[in-house]
């Protein structure tokens, strides 16, 4: 079984706005189903080949992507995503170049998030028993500081424990979304359950 792929730190504003680009993003999305060529992507997303080959270099280059085996067929370049594991300095540690990036790649993966939810809602009647694998918790804890880091390690743990490669993923496997999310509720507010 291989290993999930190491903590990388991200401190660099120019690696993060490569990830917030929004053809960008778009050409993960797509990647996700498996390895594609600049071509096959242009037209999956309605662009033409010499602008995804260029954002897929892009990506490249900062280690979001990699060349990978694809059918023989000429000189084509076949892409994948590479597997990452991004960690982001505290926010009081981030420049505020930094701090923009990362405000907006979160704004930008919660709004997914939330769109991904809602058409899993639209469909989920015609999922068969899959459409019962939504484990909901919602909870409010009180930690010390020290404790949120080792309660995140925690969830990492576990995260890391269940990972597998593409080569692992058995045939009845399913992707799900697993997000995790907590923050410090403001003195104003009351802890919700």
Same mark, same amino acid.
């Given at each position: 079984?291989? =290993? *999930?792929?190491?903590?990388? /730190? $991200? #401190?660099?504003?120019?690696?993060? !706005? ?38 897929l270099r892009r990506l490249a280059e900062h280690g979001y992507v990699e ?27 981030? =420049? *505020?170049?930094?701090?923009? /990036? $990362? #405000?907006?790649?979160?704004?930008? !993966? ?84």
């Open positions: 079984m291989s =290993s *999930p792929p190491e903590p990388e /730190q $991200v #401190d660099d504003p120019a690696k993060l !706005k490569a990830l917030t680009h929004p053809r960008r993003l778009r050409i993960l999305n797509e990647l996700r189903h498996g390895p594609a060529t600049a071509t096959r992507l242009a037209r999956a997303l309605g662009e033409n080949s010499g602008a995804t080959s260029y954002h060349e990978t085996e694809g059918p023989a067929r000429g000189r084509e370049r076949w892409w994948r995503i590479r597997p990452h594991d991004l960690r982001f300095p505290p926010r009081s540690e981030q =420049s *505020p170049a930094l701090r923009a /990036q $990362v #405000d907006e790649f979160g704004r930008q !993966k919660f709004q997914a998030d939330l769109d991904l939810f809602a058409r899993f809602q639209q469909q989920r009647e015609s999922m068969g028993d899959w459409g019962d694998a939504l484990p909901f918790s919602r909870g409010t804890l009180h930690l010390t500081r020290d404790e949120v880091g080792r309660f995140f390690e925690d969830y990492l743990a576990l995260l890391r424990r269940y990972w597998r490669s593409a080569e692992e993923i058995p045939p009845e496997a399913r992707a799900l979304a697993v997000r995790f999310v907590t923050f410090p509720i403001p003195e104003t507010e009351e802890p919700v359950e």
